[in-house]
């Protein structure tokens, strides 16, 4: 109990007050001079840097498992979704200057989307019927929260101006949110292509890779990026505050993310990760400023309706039948003991994976177990 209270508590405070961080920065105003930080390719730099860090510490010092041996194509692999994840970021950091943060956040559920259709069109994946109406239900309470925003005239700035803004900055979200897919889709196929890969392998290596393709193109003499948000930073030392705070809270988020979905399942997961979504919206309404209508909130609830129903199917289809699992596992035996006749397993090796097997799973109990004395006897003689 008390490591899913650390967990939950490690995902909602990171993750809250990276979102808090994040609009602070994209859109608040420093100093006296009311300056805007627009260097998004430094702020990604930023992030990217102490994500491959702590990422390195989780791997080395929590899990206490060894990097992963590189290769020309891991490495090839890596940089192709750094590349990609680098590019889709400054999209979302520029929306926030036409949309308020409750809108990109709301719109940032559709993520699904592009993921499905980049899936489809990359790799010609095919999903069951489903996903297709999750889809469609996130699809339009995004539109439907859109269209029953309420427009004014405020500050002089008149309501299709507003409306224009508020479509380009919908434009720049469904651009982000494309080269997401394509960045979600490059690391399914990555993860289906290398098995030794895990998502902590993912989170060090790939910003990483980030790190050094961002790294070379603000070292470009002809562009100033680096230079002016030096200089910005260095008159306003506040923002270097709120963007280390940013920094750090989003990787450390992502390694209470790594350990809960192997400490307590995907599920778990997703329904925190919902809730804090939904909590960061409540944040930046209440705490922030940016009021919602009645028919704002009734087309959120119909995102999040969406969300769970994809959680729930998921969760039902995943369900293994007895038989099924038996099968699974008696035929992993056949394999190990294959291998351990001809070496290349250890028979120790087989004695713990029945061990394993025998603890986890009741059904297989009385096989195993007849298999492992089996085993033993062969051994003896």
Known sequence: MLDFAVCVGGIYVCFLTWSTMQERVTTATYGADHQQFKFTIVLNLIQAMMASLI???????????????????????????????????????????????????????????????????????????????????????????????????????????????????????????????????????????????????????????????????????????????????????????????????????????????????????????VTRKFLTILISVFYNGHPLNSRQWSATGVVFSGIALDVYMKQTSKKPTAKAIVLDDTQQLDTLEKLAKVDIVSTAELHANIEQKIDDIPATRHELRRRQQQLVEVAAT
Request: hydrophobic share 45%.
């Open 55 to 273: 990422g390195y510490v989780y791997i080395r010092g929590v899990q206490r498992k060894p990097m992963l041996e590189m290769n020309a194509h891991r490495w090839k692999r890596f940089f192709q979704v750094a590349l990609l994840s680098s590019s889709a970021s400054p999209f979302g950091y520029m929306a926030l200057r036409y949309i308020n943060y409750p809108t990109m956040t709301l719109a940032k559920t559709c993520k699904m989307v592009p993921v499905v259709f980049m899936n489809k069109l990359l790799y010609r994946r095919h999903y069951p019927t489903y996903k297709y109406a999750v889809v469609a239900m996130v699809t339009a309470g995004v539109s439907a929260f859109m269209l029953f925003k309420t427009s004014s005239k405020r500050g002089g700035v008149s309501t299709v101006e507003v409306v224009e803004n508020s479509l380009y900055g919908l434009l720049l979200v469904l651009i982000n949110l494309t080269i997401d897919g394509a960045v979600n889709s490059t690391q399914d196929q990555v993860f289906a292509e290398d098995p030794e890969i895990t998502g902590q392998h993912m989170m060090c290596m790939m910003n990483l890779c980030s790190t050094v393709l961002m790294a070379a193109w603000l070292l470009n003499p002809f562009n100033p990026e680096l230079v002016s948000a030096l200089r910005f930073l260095h008159t306003h030392p506040r923002a270097m505050a709120d963007i280390g705070m940013f920094a750090v809270c989003g990787s450390l988020g992502q390694c209470f993310v790594f350990y809960t979905l192997a400490k307590f399942g995907s599920l778990t997961l997703t329904t925190v990760t």
